[in-house]
DNA sequence: ACTTGACCTAAACCTGACTTTAGGTTCTAA
DNA sequence: TTAGAACCTAAAGTCAGGTTTAGGTCAAGT
């Protein structure tokens, strides 16, 4: 099967114009043109970008997609530098769900102060609660690495 | 407590610089000054540093960080607004989670791939498998949102 | 043949979030 | 009281990841 450009676009919602910058950026190695310069892109373009979306996801910069699709043009060869990678992006895709999880309990803990501060009028309550007043499950609200050294309250 | 600019980089891990530029962007509203115009990081400075941690992981910009901060100032009368910032973010989150996962599923899938690929010699293996031969708990991989409209493969 | 919507390129532009530079001031310890 | 580390500002620079612009070309229907 082919697509045109927009059709691409209108299907996976990506810019037109970020396809084609895709495109100078050398990520879609082969790709076919018609006669007439107009690209024709295939189910292999297709796959390409979710690997663009599952790669940008986990942190790579747009250069370094193309440096793994320039192994994958090598074949065989490269097995095992891709393997690496897609390890190396898993524990960090990992480490980023670690992250995400504390900011969850922490606006969860926001959430709670707001609706405590709502509910009485004013924020003076929740800000003076005691710990042993503030629900267990929202006291998973314990903050995270890069501020651990300093305490936390509301600004 | 207080502190130096250069010891909350220090135990905060973030640059000089950018604590002068969230200083510019009126992030510390009200920091005091030395004498001598030096910054003096307070406690409260620092649980700044936590809200603007948060509210950048869940997709916030330094301006939008900044109006909340705005609406902090300005007390009880903006807590409606400031709440539902929190549960916004805290959908937004959600759905970041989500799409994690998804790529945490590509990625495995990844993993098993060319691990299969490794053991055989030649990717020609894991490409050529039936959906029958692949493990269940790799199956997971299916695709997420923007490119479910195309089918999935290798490139 | 002709129109018109979709496509093309090169090059300039944009934005956010910092960082660097250049030149000067403050603080602390000997 | 003076050296040097740590601090200050304003302004310019950087980088990624696009988007916009200007000026064309292509292709499908009438």
Chains 1, 2 share one sequence.
Do not use: H
Not at 63 to 68: G, M, Q
Not at 101 to 109: A, C, E, G, P, S
Not at 126 to 145: F, H, N, T, V
Request: hydrophobic share 35%; proline share 3%.
């Amino acid at each position: 099967m082919q697509y045109s450009i927009g059709e691409v676009a209108k299907t996976t919602g990506i810019a037109i114009s970020t396809l084609r910058y895709y495109d100078r950026e050398g990520l879609f190695p082969n790709m076919e043109r018609s006669g007439g310069g107009i690209r024709r892109f295939t189910d292999k373009e297709i796959e390409i970008l979710g690997v663009i979306e599952c790669l940008k996801t986990s942190g790579l910069s747009i250069k370094e997609i193309k440096l793994f699709l320039d192994w994958c043009q090598e074949g065989d060869g490269s097995l095992q530098k891709r393997r690496n990678l897609f390890y190396e992006r898993l524990a960090v895709v990992t480490k980023q769900m670690e992250e995400l999880q504390k900011t969850m309990n922490t606006l969860r803990f926001k959430c709670w102060y707001y609706d405590t501060a709502l509910a009485a009028g004013t924020e003076a309550v929740p800000k003076s609660l005691p710990q042993s007043e503030i629900p267990e499950d929202i006291l998973a609200y314990q903050r995270s690495g890069c501020l651990k050294s300093f305490e936390q309250t509301e600004p």
